[in-house]
């Protein structure tokens, strides 16, 4: 039996040039997403609050192509302690909050006894949620320098927003306003006068 040719009617073609337009959108997509080099696709580790790379509002293709050739380098050379440290700062830069702590505490544990290493590990492990971590870190770089501002103020960061420790927050910026009385917080605001509001 002769079989009866069929005909598509305007809506029915109109419906099969979307839905084949989707499709190879779709496809299109997942292509591109593909051939996306992965360093631009990463995103930052650690705590709440904590920037993609790609939605900092810098450009990091320098710094993530040398964490790629720092990462061979550290590992056919585990003992270069300042090759640990350049990729804990790079890691730093490019809010890699977990990398950084290890790259950091490797390089600690070959010896490196900077206060700044130190600090920077105890802002990385606030950024990662550790404040515990952070504080110890801090007082560890007190230690090594007890005119660190930066630690001090960190310090004073963590205890007030993190532990909710108010008094130890104004103690830890009045330390830091005897070393810099006119001490500033990043956006301006004299700390001298956030120290008298806390002790209220």
């Known amino acids: 039996m002769a079989q009866t ?3 598509f009617n305007k809506g029915e073609l109109i419906t099969a040039v979307v839905i084949a337009l989707a499709v190879g959108f779709f496809a299109g997509t997942v ?9 631009s696709r990463v995103q930052a580790e650690g705590g709440a609050g904590t920037a993609s790379i790609k939605d900092d509002g810098h450009e990091h293709d320098a710094e993530l192509k040398r964490i790629g050739e720092l990462e061979i380098a550290t590992a056919g050379k585990p003992d270069d302690s300042g090759q640990w440290v350049e990729l804990g700062n790079l890691y730093f830069d490019t809010h890699q909050a977990q990398k950084a702590i290890v790259a950091y505490q490797k390089a600690i544990a070959l010896g490196v006894s900077s ?3 130190w600090t920077d590990l105890g802002i990385m492990q606030r ?4 404040a515990q971590q952070a504080l110890a870190s801090f007082d560890t770089a007190i230690k090594l320098n007890p005119r660190h501002e930066n630690a ?3 310090k ?10 108010k008094a130890g927050a104004a103690k830890a910026w009045s330390q830091l306003l005897e ?3 006119d001490a500033k917080t990043p956006d301006g605001r004299p700390l001298a006068g956030i120290v008298v509001e806390l002790k209220k």
């Not at 292509?31 to 360093?39: D, G, H, K």
């Not at 950024?127 to 550790?130: M, S």
Request: hydrophobic share 35%; proline share 9%.
């Open 5 to 7: 040719e069929r005909k």
């Open 31 to 39: 292509v591109m997403e593909l051939r996306q080099p992965a360093a």
């Open 115 to 117: 206060p700044d290493v």
């Open 127 to 130: 950024e990662a949620g550790q």
């Open 152 to 154: 001090w103020y960190n």
């Open 156 to 165: 004073g960061v963590v205890l007030l927003h993190d532990t909710g420790d």
């Open 179 to 181: 070393i810099k009385p």
